[in-house]
């Protein structure tokens, strides 16, 4: 088998698992679980520049604010793992603290969105998920909602634009919504 069809039928079960995952989860009961298993699920569906990395071996970095058990399981999902060819780490991050050589971050308190510190990341390199009513509004790339007692997301294009990053279709099929928000 090719090396181009293996990948496509690779990213073709990914697919499928995070779709199963994503029907298979009720929100409440494990909620940070499944939170924890998307935000490692979607670093394999976005493109980042070549610019968002130091080097080659430079891992990928899924930050977490405001939501420290998404964080806790997230570390224990990511411990030794890859995404296209690179290590992941999983940090925890305080308001206020840099955003260098992070590329997804995921906002747990709603509050956060709005802050001065956050509005400043959305020009970077940096897919930035939410969990609140309007996430996408608010200017989040991706946010998870509650549908019929399972956890799902919807995604903002504009946003993925304006962070310089690519989104695979495979995911957007997935999302309960996908909006082009200003």
């Known amino acids: ?14 697919g ?24 490692y699920k979607f670093v394999g569906y976005i493109e980042w520049p070549d610019s968002a990395f130091a080097g080659a071996e430079t891992p990928i970095v899924i930050g977490v604010v405001g939501a420290d058990p998404v964080h806790a399981e997230l570390v224990r999902v990511v411990a030794g793992r890859t995404a296209q060819g690179r290590p992941l780490v999983a940090r925890r991050l305080a308001p206020g603290d840099g955003l260098d050589g992070v590329h997804l971050l995921y906002v747990g308190e709603p509050a956060l969105m709005r802050t001065p510190w956050l509005q400043g990341a959305r020009e970077r390199p940096m897919l930035i998920v939410s969990d609140m009513p309007q996430g996408l509004e608010a200017g989040s790339a991706l946010n998870f909602v509650p549908v019929q007692d399972r956890l799902r997301f919807e995604a903002s294009l504009r946003a993925v634009e304006r962070a310089g990053l690519k989104v695979s279709s495979r995911l957007l099929a997935l999302a309960q919504r996908v909006v082009s928000v200003p």
Request: aromatic residues 2%; hydrophobic residues 45%.
């Open 1 to 14: 088998m090719s090396q181009p069809r293996r990948h496509r039928r690779a990213l073709l079960l990914a």
């Open 16 to 39: 499928l698992l995070l779709s199963a995952s994503i029907k298979g989860h009720a929100v409440s009961g494990g909620a940070d679980e499944v939170k924890a298993a998307y935000l």
